[in-house]
């Protein structure tokens, strides 16, 4: 168990239509980082928030948008569905802060969300 | 910008005997960290071991032990005595170093091990 949760664990829903993927980074953790693995794409980072703030965007779409609250969970938002968003969603978090130069905070990956668009 | 590269879609191999998986990668920075990633079944991605750019020994971990070739930017996963469990999906990845840095993925190699 990494100690990030995720939520819900799988989601059905149908082309058009918006939702909302949940993670809970591990205590203490400032970074969370949202990850999209789907078959044609591979897994790709999506965007990253550090403290309640959006430090960094990856390959994502302009219908996607997501948000880190106070209490550090974030959420992301995916709307105007298409067949080609069905994939899973993995949200990832880590200290994130100062750190010596060279040094790396480790990324602890949730179990994702299954997200199928039909 | 880094890119990753997995040239083997799919390995197979026997029970208890040694594979290794290949990785190349490409990238301006003088500073990163490489490892590799373990996707099982169950989807959970797990990290395996990963390698320091600026250490010369390449890191072991139990059965698991990378060649880390810095100069031809090569990064491949050696597995001993392989086991029924190590069949998955095998990632590696990149990231520079620093407090928040993303992942870069490959594409990833799917390992079946044979009993």
């Known amino acids: 168990d990494s100690g990030v949760t995720q939520t819900p664990k799988h989601l059905i829903t149908a082309t058009g239509q918006r939702v909302t993927l949940r993670c809970s980074p591990r205590?203490?953790?400032?970074?969370v980082y949202w990850y999209q693995q789907s078959l044609d794409q591979g897994l790709q980072f999506l965007i990253q928030?550090?403290?309640?703030?959006?430090?960094a965007k990856g390959n994502i779409l302009e219908r996607f948008s997501a948000q880190q609250f106070p209490d550090l969970h974030s959420e992301l938002n995916l709307s105007s569905l298409e067949l080609g968003d069905s994939a899973l969603y993995f949200c990832?978090?880590?200290?994130?802060?100062?750190?010596?130069?060279?040094?790396?905070?480790?990324?602890?990956f949730g179990p994702g969300t299954r997200l199928t668009v039909l | 910008a880094q890119t990753v590269t997995q040239s083997q879609p799919e390995m197979s191999v026997q029970e208890a005997e040694t594979v290794t998986l290949s990785c190349t990668y490409d990238t301006s920075e003088s500073n990163y960290y490489l490892f590799w990633y373990k996707q099982p079944p169950s989807r959970q991605m797990i990290l395996v071991i990963r390698?320091?750019?600026?250490?010369?020994q390449n890191a072991t971990e139990n059965r698991f032990s990378v060649n880390f070739q810095k100069a031809a930017k090569s990064f491949s996963l050696k597995i001993s005595d392989s086991q029924l469990g190590d069949t998955a999906m095998y990632f590696c990845?990149?990231?520079?170093?620093?407090?928040?840095?993303?992942?870069?993925f490959g594409k990833g190699i799917t390992l079946s091990v044979r009993p």
């Open positions: 928030y550090y403290n309640g703030e959006e430090r």
């Open positions: 390698q320091e750019a600026y250490k010369q």
């Open positions: 990832a978090s880590s200290g994130g802060g100062q750190i010596p130069w060279g040094f790396y905070n480790e990324q602890f």
């Open positions: 990845a990149f990231t520079k170093t620093g407090a928040n840095s993303k992942l870069t």
């Open positions: 205590s203490g953790d400032l970074s």
